[in-house]
């Protein structure tokens, strides 16, 4: 199904971005690597070619729209289509909103709202030659606002709702659009996470949480890609928090007040 197919996934130089990619390229695919920073997309190019893999490399901020239509350019002109858009590049965010600097809300609506919408315009009229898919990457941190993580939850709800309206909107040209709710997934030792007053810091390793393989997670994305699914769960947990939400609302808001200090720790 992917074969010869030309995927873009944004900020897949870590991550589940770049599972997927390689997941991707397993399958046949051609990709194109995409993050801010030109030396790890190098890098990551260059892992990709080692392992035979079709693969190039555009480095840029998506959350710049001349940057995306830049980047649909450079893909038309190597390659002449585009199959696949995954728009998966995203801040994590930390932190009270109430305490939260304008900067580091600007930020995180910059990078998860405008740098997913987009590269999703910028390169819709080549997905609709191509019948092609576009997958958003929200969260189960998307489901409800939580406490301690505002700006993530706010912008990952966003996401759904452009999904949910775009679906409709492309259904006539038939592509193909997508959201995954990932469960918390294993992290990079170089995954950062951004704090209130707009800095970026690494994350530790998650101790004492359950995380989802970032190989599972990958291949949700693939079978969702496939099988052409509007929602994709990468675990039972995220499937059971999205339905209890849907029918008993008010319970988990009860839950998520009872857990705030959690949350908030
Ligand atoms: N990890 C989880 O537990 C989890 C759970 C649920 C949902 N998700 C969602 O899944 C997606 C991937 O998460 P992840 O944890 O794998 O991410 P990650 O490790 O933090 O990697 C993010 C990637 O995006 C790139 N990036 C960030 N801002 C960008 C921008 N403006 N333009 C282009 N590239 C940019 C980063 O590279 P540069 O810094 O070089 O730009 C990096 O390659 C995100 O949408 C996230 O919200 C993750």
Do not use: W
């Not at 070619?49 to 001349?66: E, H, L, N, P």
């Amino acid at each position: 199904m992917f074969k010869d197919k030309v995927a873009i996934i944004t900020g897949s130089t870590q991550g589940i971005g770049k599972r997927l990619a390689l997941k991707l390229a397993e399958h046949g695919a051609v990709v194109v690597i995409n993050s801010r920073s030109a030396e790890k997309v190098e890098k990551t190019v260059a892992e990709f070619t080692s392992k035979g893999y079709r693969v190039f490399g555009i480095s840029g901020d998506v959350s710049d729209y001349a940057f995306c239509e830049d980047m649909r350019k450079q893909i038309i002109s190597h390659y002449g289509r585009i199959d696949v858009l995954v728009c998966n590049a995203a801040l994590a965010v930390e932190g009270s909103i109430a305490d939260s600097s304008a900067k580091a809300i600007e930020l995180a609506t910059r990078t998860n709202i405008h740098g997913s919408i987009y590269p999703a315009i910028a390169l819709m009229d080549d997905l609709t030659v191509t019948k092609g898919s576009v997958l958003f990457m929200s969260s189960i941190a998307g489901i409800v606002g939580l406490p301690g993580y505002a700006m993530y939850s706010c912008t990952k709800k966003a996401i759904f709702a452009v999904a949910e309206s775009m679906k409709n909107e492309v259904l006539d040209r038939g592509v193909f659009i997508g959201v995954c709710l990932p469960d918390f997934t294993e992290n990079e030792d170089s995954k950062q996470i951004m704090t209130i007053n707009g800095e970026l810091k690494t994350i530790e390793k998650r101790n004492g949480i359950k995380t989802v393989s970032l190989d599972r997670t990958a291949r949700c994305i693939i079978r969702q890609l496939k099988s052409k699914r509007f929602l994709c769960f990468t675990s039972l947990r995220g499937r059971f928090l999205y339905n209890f939400y849907r029918f008993f609302p008010r319970l988990l808001l009860l839950a998520v007040k009872i857990k705030r200090k959690q949350f908030m720790k």
